[in-house]
T-cell receptor, first 114, second 111 residues
Framework: AQSVTQPDIHITVSEGASLELRCNYS??????LFWYVQSPGQGLQLLLK??????LVQGIKGFEAEFKRSQSSFNLRKPSVHWSDAAEYFC????????????FGTGTQLKVEL | NAGVTQTPKFRVLKTGQSMTLLCAQD?????MYWYRQDPGMGLRLIHY???????AKGEVPDGYNVSRLKKQNFLLGLESAAPSQTSVYFC??????????FGQGTRLTVV
């Protein structure tokens, strides 16, 4: 069964500090990988995605993520966090041929201290 | 371009009542999904559809039914609402780029 793990439920960082949110998945094949962001009371917005090729992908709002096949990970990073980045972040995977559906992790709530 | 529209945005139901949530997308996407979001549990897939006339069960399908009679619409039904179905429901659609577009959510309370 598809499984996506986000081990950090809450993370607090200071504005201007760097950020890394962790995501691990458990499948035999390489899935399509995504990071979404959800602001309070809103739907989800795509930050970035990885399908194949360069394992470091750039997204919107200055975010990037690195796919590491050996670790089954797709961690999200940002060099300098802004107060407006406070939100909930979700990692998601899509496996073709494995039910063809989009599965989400449980999310990481990011708090930014000024 | 409206994207994905969910109706209603808020609803309060009494236990045992029924209701239908409507999701409409104008992007000609094949895939559509219904998720529920509960604190600490992320988004859990209820049902999904890979095209008009098709539906499939997700992770938590019990107590819900769906229909996809038209490509642009995906309906989620609760036949007999229970307090455990109090949640925020999100619909999403997905095209060939595999990017999912989400509606604004429906906040449902069952009392």
């Amino acid at each position: 069964a598809q499984s996506v793990t986000q081990p950090d439920i809450h993370i607090t960082v200071s504005e201007g500090a760097s950020l890394e949110l962790r995501c691990n998945y458990s499948y035999g094949a390489t899935p399509y990988l995504f990071w979404y962001v959800q602001s309070p009371g809103q739907g989800l917005q795509l930050l970035l995605k990885y399908f194949s090729g360069d394992t470091l992908v750039q997204g919107i709002k200055g975010f990037e993520a690195e796919f590491k096949r050996s670790q089954s990970s797709f961690n999200l990073r940002k060099p300098s966090v802004h107060w407006s980045d406070a939100a909930e972040y979700f990692c998601a995977v899509f496996i073709t041929g494995g039910g063809n559906k989009l599965t989400f992790g449980t999310g990481t709530q990011l708090k930014v201290e000024l | 371009n409206a994207g994905v529209t969910q109706t209603p945005k808020f609803r309060v139901l009494k236990t045992g009542q029924s209701m239908t949530l409507l999701c409409a997308q104008d992007m000609n996407h094949e895939y559509m999904y219904w998720y529920r979001q509960d604190p600490g549990m992320g988004l859990r897939l209820i049902h999904y559809s890979v095209g008009e006339g098709t539906t499939a069960k997700g992770e938590v399908p019990d107590g819900y039914n769906v229909s996809r009679l038209k490509k642009q619409n995906f309906l989620l039904g609760l036949e007999s609402a229970a307090p455990s179905q109090t949640s925020v429901y999100f619909c999403a659609s997905e095209g060939v780029t595999r990017e999912a577009f989400f509606g604004q959510g429906t906040r449902l309370t069952v009392v």
